[in-house]
């Protein structure tokens, strides 16, 4: 299904460019394309220097049957969308191919296969209309395009999906990684847990995780592992033990505790962690992004948790905080001006490209 | 806590505040962890119960075996309060962010004995990051709220791996040179099960979908 996304269901970006990227040249006119393709969302997005910022956004989800998620079947699932999303993205955003400046795509880090398509229809595009290819680091796009939109200068950030759970922070020109998941991420662990107990699909029902919906009817949780290593946290104990615990429930109000057990675990962790990355790092403002970030009970936690270090919390909208091909565009502008750019030769996919990899030319 | 209300922090920690104290004529710290409401009341209070006793058995484990840690004098489990020693010595993250380089290197050395001593008790720190460290005459290990007393070779190379992580994510322009101080003190006293702990290291590091390449860092066998 094709997800549209316009300024106006967007919400204005409260974040102004010209305080958040002082070194750029935001008196040019430039509008750049993005691409994401890492893993089972394919989008497209423009990004403007100019207001609203982000001109579009559209998004197609693959969602398997059954199981998780098949990098092939997401790859052809991709390639088979491609053309009706990147063509409404550039109609929402009232403009042709021709009127773009560059072409961004995100190299990594993600599924190879998804990558690929990706990165196939941007070396098209580029070398078509004779575009700059500008190359996008998948995590760096949520930090920045929760930036943007939320107007946080120096957050740390938390960044919870279905494939990351990342604790970091930009110090010494780079934004540097402070903890992250040993095992399974905690989007994963929320739908692999609904869908094996039988909550899912569909996973979100009113804009509510079911694993937050089933937890609603609980009052006590149950006991289950809490695994917190430095800034690390780990999940697939959890997991097992919930899954095991499941099956032996009888009632309604039992299987109902193992949610909320697994929810103030999972998400107490989370939260934890990303506590224990402001006060080591002893930033003022906490950035919660990624597919999870839509979690109502999990930015309630988060302000909370800022709250007792004085900090500001934010998070973007929820089709901004998920994956997207407006962030990869927004980042693929700042690069753009930033004369970062790759030759098509050169662009190769990469799968495990860390966030601490890259040289941020912006801040 | 009552008697804390009087008392200004030394230090805010994510976890816990620090008090500097008097106790029967000494300096000691007291250590409180805080009730957070973002955690459910019933997983709070148990989780602070339970590293509060964590921290004080392993450390009482880590005494037993010559690894330097502060004395405990007091504690409240229920209240989740620990006296200890004061050791007032700047921690290794200090130490190597302002400069004294040769010292870093000495302290790192000696923290890779310990963590390797731990690890032979099968105790793992799980919090093993140069904020933990403190260094004076001796070199100190502090924070063992996250400690395990029946550590697994994988518990242990989580420790390795965290410690490198810090180097790597508050002083990146030192890596190589402190860790391979660690590795060096690490490997006098576990020998050959270092390299096993390395490759567990690897491991942990290639887990996550997205997790960096193999990295030979350690490559120096
Ligand atoms: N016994 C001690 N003597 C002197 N200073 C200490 C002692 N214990 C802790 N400190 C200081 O207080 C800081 C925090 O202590 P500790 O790590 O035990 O608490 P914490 O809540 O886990 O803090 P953080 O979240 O900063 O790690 C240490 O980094 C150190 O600077
Ligand atoms: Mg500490």
Known sequence: MVNVDTPSSLGRPRGNPRVLYPLLDWDREVLVLGIESTAHTFGVGVASTKPPYILSSVRDTYRPEKGGIHPREAAGHHARVAPEVLAEALRVAGISMNDVDAVAVALGPGLGPCLRVGATIARGLAAYYGKPLVPVNHAIAHIEVGRLYTGLQDPVILYVSGGNTMVAAFAKKRYRVFGETLDVALGNLLDTFARDAGLAPPYIVEGLHVVDKCAEEATEPADLPYVVKGMDVSFSGLLTAALRAWQHARSKAEKASICLGLREIAYGAAVEVAERGLAHTKKNAVLLTGGVAASPILREKIGIMASYHSANAGWPPPPIAGDNGAMIAWVGLLNYLAEITINIDESFVRQRWRPDEVEVPWR | ?221
Do not use: C
């Open chain 2, 1 to 221: 806590m009552e008697i804390t209300k009087e008392l200004k922090p030394i230090h805010r920690g994510a976890e816990a505040y620090l008090y500097l104290i008097d106790w029967f004529g000494k300096k000691a710290i007291l250590k409180h962890r805080l009730p957070k409401k973002y955690r459910h009341s019933k997983l709070d209070t148990l989780l602070r119960r339970r590293r509060t006793v964590a921290e004080v058995r392993a450390i009482k484990e880590a005494l037993r075996i010559g690894v330097m840690v502060p004395a405990i004098y007091y504690v409240d489990p229920i209240e989740a309060i620990i006296v200890m020693e004061y050791l007032p010595y700047p921690s290794l993250s200090g130490i190597i962010e302002g400069g004294d380089l040769e010292k870093a290197i000495r302290a790192s050395e000696q923290v890779g004995r310990y963590a390797a001593k731990l690890h032979e008790e099968g105790i793992s720190h799980g919090d093993l990051t140069t904020s933990n460290v403190l260094v004076g005459d001796h070199v100190y290990l502090i924070d063992f709220g996250l400690a395990s007393l029946h550590s697994t070779e994988r518990d242990n190379a989580v420790d390795v791996h965290l410690f490198l992580r810090s180097l790597e994510s508050t002083h990146p322009e030192h890596v190589d040179t402190v860790f391979r101080a660690f590795l060096d003190g690490y490997r006098s006293i576990r020998g050959e099960k270092t390299e096993k702990i390395l490759g567990l290291v690897e491991e942990i590091r290639l887990m996550g979908r997205y997790k960096a390449e193999r990295r030979t860092l350690w490559g120096q066998q």
